[in-house]
């Protein structure tokens, strides 16, 4: 290991503040980063507290605390007062590091204040070298061989855990959902999981080819079965998928005629070439999925009820975005990741953006949610971190009005940027007075105090409240 000092001047230079807590909270180590983001000298530093600072008022939110309760990593953005009465944005990381009993012995907490972040990444931009700074985009294959199944919300979960077990046999699968849901990406989830794997999984949309080019696609066809055939012949999809998984999307739209075709192959596992006289052996597993309620095209007579019953045998049904809000801001940011990389971008969404995504009902669902993303990523305004874009103009006045502004006050491009047509400096000096009045009103039991803080009168401190109506 290092030298004690080496280690120390290296500590010293790290740009991140760090400091490190006992099992009770005090601060045992910190480095110069962090003295000088909150103005104390080392003394003062290791005379603090992580449990005392919220009833002081110095953090909005304690990262070690939680972190101490949790007993696990987590990270927060939060507001700090420093002891020289001045105010920043940080973002923090606590690890607890765990003793031999288990229970937290020390915590580390990491901290970088966010207006610097955003000076430094500001300056690697301008300073940007692109020999260093690209990074190859994914290739689209890259990206689809390994989908990965974002499911925070117990709805989800519940359906995974049943698809992961009716991976391991081969029982027919009917997924419906509306358009987005995921169908296709559970589909091939159950795939992966089978003992057919190793196997191709073959899909066809039965709505978008016509019936008889669908007829050829799936059954094949014979050299000469009909004009325009390929003199070769060729090998229908069913067949395509022996050993393997056959997933038929959008099951509801294979035409009437059809359907009987195909049912005597699923109850045979034997098909035929069109212009063939011999049956070929196909050993397939059935996935099917439908966007629409098979029961009522039962019902209208345009699904065959016995191709019905046939394939319902385990039907999994993803329930819309709006029944899951709790896979929203997961899915938000999972995609973020996926076009930061994909564009060579570093952003983040604002806590606003995410709110707004949440209350949103997204009729097109996760896909439309992926697009919406995609957008805000590549409209955003170059060089700041977090993405702020109000969502109105992509979603609809209707879909996020309900959804509070919440922005850094000191931040005036997030404000230009939330609001350009509204933007004038009387409004945002405006909205930095109710911002700094309204946080002075929270930390202070009275006006009077309020007044002591802002270093101005009560009488100002009681027409201001009323003119923000606080
Ligand atoms: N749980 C998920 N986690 C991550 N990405 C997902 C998830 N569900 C869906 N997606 C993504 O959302 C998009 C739409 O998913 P998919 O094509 O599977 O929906 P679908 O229900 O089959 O739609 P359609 O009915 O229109 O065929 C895809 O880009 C897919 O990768």
């Given at each position: 290991m290092a030298n004690p000092l080496l280690m120390a001047e290296i500590f010293d230079n790290i740009n991140e503040g760090i400091y490190i807590l006992n099992r009770k909270g005090d601060y045992i180590y910190c480095n110069n980063a962090f003295l000088k983001m909150v103005g104390a000298t080392r003394e003062e530093a290791l005379r603090l507290n992580a449990f005392q600072l919220i009833p002081e008022g110095?953090?909005?939110?304690?990262v070690a605390v939680t972190a101490f309760t949790e007993k696990k990593k987590v990270s927060v953005v939060n507001n700090v007062l420093t002891p020289k009465g001045y105010h920043y944005r940080q973002l923090a990381t606590a690890t607890p590091i765990f003793g031999s009993g288990g229970e937290v012995e020390y915590m580390l907490v990491e901290t970088v204040r966010l207006d610097l972040l955003a000076k430094r990444y500001q300056q690697a931009i301008l300073y940007e070298d692109d020999s260093t700074i690209e990074v190859p985009a994914l290739s689209p294959e890259r990206t689809r061989a390994k989908e990965t199944i974002i499911a925070d919300s117990p709805a989800m979960q519940a359906i995974l855990q049943t698809a992961a077990q009716v991976a391991q046999t081969d029982s027919t699968v009917l997924i419906s959902g509306e358009t987005g849901t995921g169908k296709e990406v559970l589909a091939k989830y159950i795939h992966r999981n089978?003992?057919?794997?190793?196997a191709p999984i073959i899909e066809i949309n039965c709505a978008a080819l016509p019936e008889n080019l669908l007829e050829a696609e799936l059954f094949g066809y014979t050299k000469?079965?009909?004009?325009?055939?390929?003199?070769t012949g060729k090998p229908g999809l069913i067949e395509a998928a022996h050993g393997g998984t056959l997933f038929l999307d959008e099951i509801n739209s294979l035409p009437l005629a059809l359907q009987g075709k195909f049912l005597r192959v699923l109850e045979s596992h034997k098909s035929k070439r069109l212009g063939a006289v011999e049956e070929q052996e196909i050993d397939f597993r059935l996935l099917a999925a439908t966007n629409q309620n098979l029961k009522e095209g039962v019902l209208a007579g345009t699904f065959r009820a016995d191709l019905y019953y046939r394939l319902n045998v385990i039907p999994l049904e993803l329930p819309p975005l709006r029944e899951r809000r709790e896979d929203i801001a997961p899915l938000a940011t999972f995609f973020l990741d996926y076009y930061c990389k994909r564009y060579s971008r570093t952003k983040v969404l604002s806590r606003r953006v995410i709110e707004q995504l949440k209350a949103y009902?997204?009729?097109?669902n996760i896909r439309e949610l992926k697009n919406v993303v995609e957008r805000l990523l590549v409209t955003s305004a170059a060089g700041?971190?977090?993405?702020?874009?109000?969502l109105a103009p992509l979603l609809g006045e209707d879909a996020v009005r309900s959804t509070s502004p919440e922005i850094y006050p000191a931040d005036w491009e997030a404000f230009y940027q939330f609001d350009p047509e509204h933007f004038s400096l009387k409004a945002y000096m405006e909205f930095c007075e109710k911002h700094v009045l309204a946080d002075a009103l929270k930390r202070c039991p009275s006006s009077y105090k309020a007044a002591a803080l802002l270093k101005t009168d009560q009488s100002t401190i009681v027409r201001k409240r009323k003119k923000y109506g606080l």
């Amino acid at each position: 290991m290092a030298n004690p000092l080496l280690m120390a001047e290296i500590f010293d230079n790290i740009n991140e503040g760090i400091y490190i807590l006992n099992r009770k909270g005090d601060y045992i180590y910190c480095n110069n980063a962090f003295l000088k983001m909150v103005g104390a000298t080392r003394e003062e530093a290791l005379r603090l507290n992580a449990f005392q600072l919220i009833p002081e008022g110095q953090v909005s939110v304690s990262v070690a605390v939680t972190a101490f309760t949790e007993k696990k990593k987590v990270s927060v953005v939060n507001n700090v007062l420093t002891p020289k009465g001045y105010h920043y944005r940080q973002l923090a990381t606590a690890t607890p590091i765990f003793g031999s009993g288990g229970e937290v012995e020390y915590m580390l907490v990491e901290t970088v204040r966010l207006d610097l972040l955003a000076k430094r990444y500001q300056q690697a931009i301008l300073y940007e070298d692109d020999s260093t700074i690209e990074v190859p985009a994914l290739s689209p294959e890259r990206t689809r061989a390994k989908e990965t199944i974002i499911a925070d919300s117990p709805a989800m979960q519940a359906i995974l855990q049943t698809a992961a077990q009716v991976a391991q046999t081969d029982s027919t699968v009917l997924i419906s959902g509306e358009t987005g849901t995921g169908k296709e990406v559970l589909a091939k989830y159950i795939h992966r999981n089978s003992s057919r794997a190793d196997a191709p999984i073959i899909e066809i949309n039965c709505a978008a080819l016509p019936e008889n080019l669908l007829e050829a696609e799936l059954f094949g066809y014979t050299k000469g079965a009909f004009t325009g055939a390929l003199n070769t012949g060729k090998p229908g999809l069913i067949e395509a998928a022996h050993g393997g998984t056959l997933f038929l999307d959008e099951i509801n739209s294979l035409p009437l005629a059809l359907q009987g075709k195909f049912l005597r192959v699923l109850e045979s596992h034997k098909s035929k070439r069109l212009g063939a006289v011999e049956e070929q052996e196909i050993d397939f597993r059935l996935l099917a999925a439908t966007n629409q309620n098979l029961k009522e095209g039962v019902l209208a007579g345009t699904f065959r009820a016995d191709l019905y019953y046939r394939l319902n045998v385990i039907p999994l049904e993803l329930p819309p975005l709006r029944e899951r809000r709790e896979d929203i801001a997961p899915l938000a940011t999972f995609f973020l990741d996926y076009y930061c990389k994909r564009y060579s971008r570093t952003k983040v969404l604002s806590r606003r953006v995410i709110e707004q995504l949440k209350a949103y009902d997204w009729p097109g669902n996760i896909r439309e949610l992926k697009n919406v993303v995609e957008r805000l990523l590549v409209t955003s305004a170059a060089g700041t971190l977090e993405i702020y874009q109000d969502l109105a103009p992509l979603l609809g006045e209707d879909a996020v009005r309900s959804t509070s502004p919440e922005i850094y006050p000191a931040d005036w491009e997030a404000f230009y940027q939330f609001d350009p047509e509204h933007f004038s400096l009387k409004a945002y000096m405006e909205f930095c007075e109710k911002h700094v009045l309204a946080d002075a009103l929270k930390r202070c039991p009275s006006s009077y105090k309020a007044a002591a803080l802002l270093k101005t009168d009560q009488s100002t401190i009681v027409r201001k409240r009323k003119k923000y109506g606080l």
